[in-house]
């Protein structure tokens, strides 16, 4: 809404010049304040990383001009194996959990939404993984995967399976990165989709179930249809983290072994601060920019379309 | 249509299953922060041990754990209250002038919580340093805020949409100010939202590790970093590593039984009615 011409108002009367004056005037002492605020605070840091990715700068060397070296930073990364790798890594990453999830999490909803004592406080207790800083995540499953000490071997030990090496080999430590990110998310789903499910209207299931369907064909086509818009919202919030992954893969294997687990954050990582090549790092980081801001147009598409669903 | 006797022992086992993967990991954090060392990984495990408080007392003897619990709670409180006092104004006017504008800057302000930390720490960095801020709780407090303030817009935006506007016009016809409205109606009836945000700003800052990791050093350092350090020494101190993680988990699992019907609306932007 443009404020321009005074004139305009005669016309529209005095009620709609109170309005427009009066949201002006919320708009200059609510919105300003947090625009600019957080304008300071995003903006002006990726327009240094920005600046940055066009240029030579050792971050251990403080004192050495920072050189224009033009576009090398993004041909470096846009051609070199490892930012290739780090790539296929998150999402071949993101594919694991995010399908896990969705199955796990939808089949836990099912589940936590049947009216029975005590599945209150099931469900409460399934949450409480959401909320545990991702570290924490780290370490206990690093105490479990722990090698020749964790108790996760002890116990496939039991069942009569061959001990894994879950975070010490290439074969395995990426599925070990998943489960641990599994753990934490799938309750997300649940959690998402148990409130979806509550909120569909009652009639068609009793309608599908009268007409002598199966319980699995009223889940199928009945159920699933309408919790679509809901699930894809919610994947594509999970496939936004799962792309900015960090602190698990931090702590578990830091990349490692050879490389297996280093996806976009740890590629990043690596080069700004083991190799402290911050040019290289910021282009890789505006890089993965472009394809988180993808990701996120994406799930804001997918939210409208939800919630224009979830109101009819 | 109740479920059958079947059906119900059906769900119970189902449910004790899930109930078993998900919470043995907690189980385990709480148990190990109590077992002595020698316990700590024996086989078969020990389910029956003299409990201990040993992990407890050397955490907060050996290391200032205490003083790293100190600098999460500035950081956390302090960006909590940052994100509010932004936020909550921002979300006001969002919800209140809906017209293109304001619906793309809400998106933008959205946006901005989704971007990956690590794209924007070497800036950080560079402009902290400069700023002589580093390695202070004043530096994970803006940081927290540009995480905190989209949140809070988000989730006050819908309380406020939820409000009748015929209450504020109401006030405003008795002569009051946009500013007074706002502070002596609109904030009152809206207490609630104010809570579920705070509380979420405030385990967010809590949580956090990879800005905590790379903007402080020893003097702002906060508890998961001082958490994590315990692995990095030359042998790994289990125990205490258990014991920190139990008191860093703790306010994340007062808010999830406390009110844990907020999460929704919280975790998943408003794209989920809880």
């Given at each position: 809404m443009t404020a321009g011409a005074g004139s305009s108002y005669i016309i529209e009367g005095p009620a709609m010049r109170h309005q427009v004056s009066r949201n002006r005037r919320i708009a200059v002492f609510f919105l300003l304040p947090a625009v600019v605020m957080l304008f300071v605070t995003t903006i002006y840091p990726m327009l240094y990383a920005g600046w940055l990715s066009f240029r030579n700068y050792d971050l251990a060397k403080p004192f050495i001009p920072r050189i224009y070296v033009g576009t090398a930073n993004y041909a470096e990364v846009l051609t070199s194996q490892p930012f290739f790798h780090a790539l296929v890594t998150t999402f071949k990453l993101m594919a694991m959990t995010l399908s896990v999830q969705l199955v796990l999490g939808v089949g836990m909803a099912l589940l936590v939404i049947q009216k029975l004592p005590g599945m209150a406080l099931a469900r409460t207790l399934l949450l409480i993984p959401m909320m545990i800083s991702p570290v924490i995540v780290g370490l206990v499953w690093l105490f479990l995967y722990f090698p020749e000490l964790g108790y996760l071997n002890y116990f496939i030990g039991l069942v009569g399976f061959e001990p894994v090496p879950w975070i010490t080999s290439t074969k395995w430590a990426l599925t070990a990165i998943a489960i641990a990110d599994i753990w934490?998310?799938?309750?997300?789903?649940?959690?998402?989709?148990?409130?979806?499910?509550?909120?569909?209207?009652?009639?068609?299931?009793?309608?599908a179930r009268i007409d002598g369907n199966s319980r699995l064909d009223v889940f199928l086509h009945v159920t699933l249809p309408q919790l679509k818009p809901v699930l894809i919202s919610l994947l594509f919030l999970r496939a936004i983290d799962a792309f900015k992954i960090y602190d698990i893969i931090f702590v578990l294997t830091k990349g490692g072994p050879a490389d297996s687990t280093e996806v976009i954050s740890l590629y990043i990582y690596r080069q700004s601060f083991t190799f402290w090549r911050m040019g290289v790092g910021a282009a890789a980081s505006f890089v993965s920019l472009v394809i988180i801001v993808v990701l996120i147009t994406l799930f804001f598409r997918s939210m409208q379309r939800s919630q224009s669903a979830q109101a009819r | 249509m109740s479920p059958s006797a079947r059906e119900k022992l059906l769900v119970y086992i189902l449910l004790a299953v899930v109930l078993m993967l998900f919470m043995t990991p907690i189980y385990l954090i709480i148990v190990s922060s109590l077992k002595p060392a020698p316990d700590m990984f024996s086989r078969p495990p020990a389910f029956i041990?003299?409990?201990?408080?040993?992990?407890?007392?050397?955490?907060?003897?050996?290391?200032?754990?205490?003083?790293?619990?100190?600098?999460?709670?500035?950081?956390?409180?302090?960006?909590?209250?940052?994100?509010?006092?932004?936020?909550?104004?921002?979300?006001?006017?969002?919800?209140?002038?809906?017209?293109?504008?304001?619906?793309?800057?809400?998106?933008?302000?959205?946006?901005?919580?989704?971007?990956?930390?690590?794209a924007v720490v070497v800036p950080y960095y560079i402009i902290f340093q400069t700023l002589g801020i580093l390695d202070t709780p004043l530096a994970l407090i803006i940081v927290y805020s540009t995480f905190n303030i989209p949140l809070t817009v988000w989730l006050m935006k819908g309380f406020f949409d939820d409000l009748p506007e015929a209450l504020e016009e109401a006030a405003q016809i008795d002569g009051h100010g946009v500013l007074a409205t706002f502070y002596?109606?609109?904030?009152?009836?809206?207490?609630?939202?104010?809570?579920?945000?705070?509380?979420?700003?405030?385990?967010?800052?809590?949580?956090?590790?990879?800005?905590?990791?790379?903007?402080?050093?020893?003097?702002?350092?906060?508890?998961?970093?001082?958490?994590?350090?315990?692995?990095?020494?030359?042998?790994?101190?289990?125990?205490?590593?258990?014991?920190?993680?139990?008191?860093?988990?703790?306010?994340?699992?007062?808010?999830?039984?406390?009110?844990?019907?907020?999460?929704?609306?919280?975790?998943?932007?408003?794209?989920?009615?809880?």
């Open positions: 934490q998310w799938t309750p997300f789903i649940m959690m998402g989709t148990a409130a979806a499910l509550q909120s569909l209207p009652a009639e068609p299931f009793e309608a | 041990f003299t409990p201990t408080l040993q992990h407890y007392y050397d955490l907060f003897t050996m290391r200032p754990f205490h003083l790293q619990i100190m600098n999460s709670l500035i950081v956390a409180f302090g960006s909590t209250a940052f994100s509010l006092f932004f936020g909550t104004l921002a979300a006001y006017a969002i919800s209140r002038i809906r017209n293109r504008w304001t619906n793309q800057i809400a998106f933008w302000i959205l946006s901005m919580r989704m971007f990956p930390p690590i002596y109606v609109t904030l009152p009836l809206t207490a609630p939202g104010l809570a579920v945000a705070a509380v979420f700003c405030f385990i967010f800052s809590w949580n956090e590790f990879l800005f905590a990791l790379m903007l402080t050093g020893s003097n702002a350092q906060t508890v998961t970093v001082a958490v994590m350090s315990f692995w990095s020494s030359d042998a790994v101190q289990w125990g205490r590593i258990m014991a920190g993680s139990f008191v860093i988990l703790i306010p994340g699992v007062i808010f999830v039984l406390t009110c844990q019907r907020w999460l929704v609306k919280g975790l998943t932007m408003g794209s989920v009615k809880g």
